[in-house]
């Protein structure tokens, strides 16, 4: 969903849950229902190379990525939507027995929720992994099938007006195990041809058996 949905549907659920959560609890559910995102400002960042931190390009490039997570070739993770990270905050809230965390993983809850529908709509509901776990499965399994996992990125990324205007994008690594690229048609090297002598004449043989 988008950053204005979540502002408008978290304080709407924040404002009905605070006859239980109270108003620091609220504020705590609102807060996180609504900085979880923030996990999608880092992808960006991190995967345009530290070249570009705007707002601005980090939207144009989720639009971009969003078009491009339809069928069993995208796996996205976002690092704060995982249960990982829930059972973090999760930890937390009954160590240290604070009834803000507690409120704040409730609003994690809600948020993931959200953009779950928002996924199962778009007839995508399985396009980001929820855990750390499976996403680096799903990635290996990708790239035994020879899909490079991380090029609707790369395509997103190229196509930000930001981005552009800095330069060209960092080189891709390419993924463990996929296959090499071919080098082009003019670059293949000659085969040798080998010769002998066959009655005082020279005879071509064949490298291949």
């Known amino acids: 969903m988008t950053l204005p949905e979540h502002i408008v549907l978290g304080g709407g659920a924040a404002l009905a849950v605070s006859p239980v959560l109270g108003a620091s609890g609220s504020l705590a559910f609102w807060a996180a229902s609504v900085l979880i995102d923030v996990d999608h400002h880092l992808d960006y ?28 070739a995208f796996v996205g993770l976002s690092l704060f939507h995982t249960i990982e990270c829930f059972l973090l905050v999760a930890a937390g809230a009954f160590w240290w027995h604070s009834g803000l965390l507690l409120a704040a993983l409730w609003g994690m809850v809600f948020h993931l ?51 552009a205007r800095k330069g060209r994008a960092p080189a891709r690594p390419r993924a463990a ?18 010769s002998a002598e066959v009655g005082g004449r020279p005879r071509p043989i064949s490298p291949i058996a």
Do not use: T
């Not at 996929?178 to 670059?187: C, K, N, S, T, V």
């Open 45 to 72: 960042v991190y995967r345009n190379g530290f070249r570009d931190f705007g707002a601005r390009g980090m939207f144009a490039y989720h639009d971009h990525l969003y078009a491009r997570i339809r069928g069993g």
């Open 113 to 163: 929720s959200l953009d779950l529908v928002r996924l199962a709509g778009k007839r995508a509901p399985f396009s980001r992994a929820l855990s750390v776990v499976e996403y680096w499965i799903r990635r290996r399994r990708l790239i035994r099938q020879g899909i490079d996992p991380d090029e609707p990125y790369a395509q997103a990324l190229a196509a930000v007006p930001a981005l």
């Open 177 to 194: 195990h996929a296959p090499p690229p071919l080098p082009p048609p003019g670059d293949l090297a000659p085969v040798p041809v080998l």
